[in-house]
């Protein structure tokens, strides 16, 4: 049976594989461990193994587990991302403990976090979620929205708007993956023409990724292949 230290080491091995496939540089593609609803023994053993970016979608229960991290290991330079959807009620919290948010996809929800981004801590690292597949059940923004929020986002002064983010509607054609995750990528390459600082497409999960890092995925977000299926509550 595979340890957790085995499974990143197998995942990194993958993308690094799928990079020099698509004739990409392995260095510009981060892994975001996914560890919502994992405890805090398991991302130990994640960060021991050397796994230093971490994506929670809970928000008290990432905010919990960034408090307990600051205090047990307060020299290791995590990287906490806030990748589910956010009710503006909760803006707070994220804005004062995560370095980076994926999911605004209205200009209430940034408004806030800029607005509550403390003055002692450097701008908040956020992303636009697109709704590439535009699914009615799905948070995101229409893509021929997406320029418009963009306007707005960036005169923010506590927020840096690095790219945009997408969870595409599940998929286990490859070829249809792509085409979807192509999409996303033309949607930034438009954008850089006016905003070259956009370079980050946060797309790719474990039953998508190759498809993502072939069509420009900047970070990836993999739970299930490292940490397993299993939800602990």
Sequence with gaps: MNTLP????????????????????????????????????????????????FGENYVQEGV??????????????????????LQSNKTKLVAENFDWMHTIDRLKIAQRLSDQRP????????????????????????????????????????????????????ENDYDKQLIIFKQMQQLLLSLQIDYPFMKTLSMGMTGDMQAAIAAGSTMVRIGTAIFGSRQYL
């Design 119 to 170: 003055a002692n801590m450097p701008n908040l690292n956020v992303l636009i979620q697109v709704n590439i597949s535009q699914e009615t059940s799905k948070s995101g923004i229409a893509p021929d929205q997406v320029a418009e929020l963009v306007k707005q986002v960036i005169t923010l002064p506590n927020l840096s708007l690095r790219g945009l983010m997408a969870i595409p509607e599940i």
């Design 6 to 53: 085995d499974n990143l080491l197998a995942i990194n091995n993958k993308i690094r594989e799928i990079a020099l496939e698509c004739e990409r540089d392995p260095s510009t593609i981060e892994l975001i461990a996914v560890s919502k609803t994992k405890p805090v023994n398991q991302i130990t053993e994640a960060i021991n193994a050397g796994q230093l970016s």
């Design 64 to 85: 919990e587990k960034i408090h307990y991290f600051k205090q047990t290991l307060p020299e290791t330079p995590l990287v906490w991302h806030f990748i589910g959807p």
